[in-house]
């Protein structure tokens, strides 16, 4: 009996998802695959955050708490917004959320009717395209390119917008180009969004992996932007967190009731001791994040040279995130055919970039947060199985 709603039909399982359904089954027949496909850091989560949630668990924090989180985790957060990113904001403009993917979800559940039109970049962390169609609305794709170095382009978006246009979706750094937009990028998309009068979602979940001096600016600490961005980050990725699923929103006042009744319909509030981890994270020593993101940027220069040296493959350095987004044109194949090429011949497994978007059809997204001896092996093995393709 199939008696699912419509729009369901129009979502598909995440195809980073297939990729990894692909891996099990390879490994449960006995095959060594070394995964470059997935998002997350390899690390553990450092042992004081462990700690917090521990003793916070022990001394009660297991009820329900504030839908929008305890006041300790919007404390540590408003300081952290107001440290990092210049921006300030007042307790009731933060909801903790569990994980960014609920931020996205509320977020964007929040603002859209159907018929609305939200401009989302053209490849981006899939979440972006189909909570809008969730929402019977459309996302509308804005390319991102490697010869513009990944930044967003003015004239692409004046030739997107219409009267239905209602939000304009910043990933940045980005997931899957690792791109960082630069300052003057910034200022122009503020210019635009201002003009058309347009909500800003902000996801800036990479910002503390960036590398060579790149430097994180939130749109929303531009002039007149923050009465128009909801900020969505968390601490998945700079704290190697990604299974606590802790996140927040950051907006002006007039724009969190929406997201607000949103957020405690679906979730309630994120978990109590979770919070707890999170304050933690926020106010202990950030030493861990430091040398994380230098053992990132090894390996990012590692896998940026192997790859390059590939006859064939090539790929830009990228600013931020821990993904290399590779183009693979020149093997003859698109990268759909690529990553199932270097699976069944290579045993790695990587990202199509048709995963992200339209766009990008001949590349396919490298995540190096695996160890160096994975790296190593996975370049070797990618050089070999290439080279035979004698292209
Ligand atoms: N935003 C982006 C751009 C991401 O790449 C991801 C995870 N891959 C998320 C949000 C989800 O973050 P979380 O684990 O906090 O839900």
Not at 114 to 129: A, I, K, Q
Not at 236 to 255: D, F, H, Q, S, V
Not at 366 to 381: F, P, V
Request: hydrophobic fraction near 40%.
């Amino acid at each position: 009996m199939n008696k699912q709603a419509e729009k369901m039909g129009k979502i598909p399982f995440s195809a980073i998802r297939n990729v990894f359904s692909e891996v099990e089954k390879l490994r449960s027949e006995g095959k060594e695959i070394i995964s470059l496909g997935i998002g997350e850091p390899d690390f553990g989560t450092p042992e004081h955050i462990c700690e917090a949630m521990i003793e916070a668990t022990r001394k009660g924090a297991t009820r329900y708490t504030p839908n929008k989180g305890i006041p300790e985790l919007r404390e540590a957060i408003i300081k952290k917004l107001k440290n990092d990113n210049g921006v300030s904001y007042e307790l009731e403009e933060i909801i903790c959320t569990v994980g960014v993917a609920e931020g996205v979800f509320v977020a964007l559940s929040a603002f859209l009717d159907p018929g609305d039109e939200v401009l989302v970049p053209d490849p981006s962390w899939l979440n972006y395209t189909h909570v809008p169609t969730l929402n019977q609305a459309s996302p509308i794709y804005y390319p991102l390119l490697a010869e513009k170095d990944f930044q967003i382009d003015v004239e692409e978006l004046e030739k997107k917008i219409t009267d239905k246009t209602k939000i304009l979706v910043v990933l940045d750094p980005s997931n899957p180009t690792g791109g960082v937009q630069r300052k003057e990028s910034l200022e122009k998309v503020a210019e635009f969004v201002i003009k058309h009068d347009l909500l800003v979602i902000s996801d800036e979940i990479y910002e503390k992996l960036i590398y060579d001096g790149n430097e994180h600016i939130s749109i929303a600490s531009l002039p007149g932007m923050r009465e128009r961005t909801i900020i969505l980050n968390g601490f998945a990725k700079a704290y190697a967190m990604t299974g606590w699923r802790l996140g927040y929103i950051a907006a002006p006042m007039e724009l969190i009731p929406p997201m607000a009744k949103m957020h405690a319909y679906v979730l309630t509030n994120a978990s109590s001791m979770v919070q707890w981890g999170g304050v933690r994270a926020l106010e202990g020593p950030q030493d861990n994040v430091e040398e994380m993101v230098k053992e990132f940027k090894e390996r990012r220069d590692f896998m940026v040279k192997a790859i390059n040296e590939i006859e064939g493959l090539s790929c830009p350095t990228p600013g931020g995130a821990f993904y290399l987004f590779v183009d693979v044109e020149k093997t003859g194949m698109t990268g759909e055919e690529f990553s199932k090429f270097l699976l069944n011949n290579a045993g790695v497994a990587v990202i199509p970039g048709t995963a992200f978007g339209t766009r990008a059809v001949n590349e396919v997204r490298i995540s190096y947060a695996t160890s160096m001896e994975n790296l190593e092996k996975a370049a070797a093995r990618m050089k070999d199985s290439i080279e035979k393709l004698n292209i």
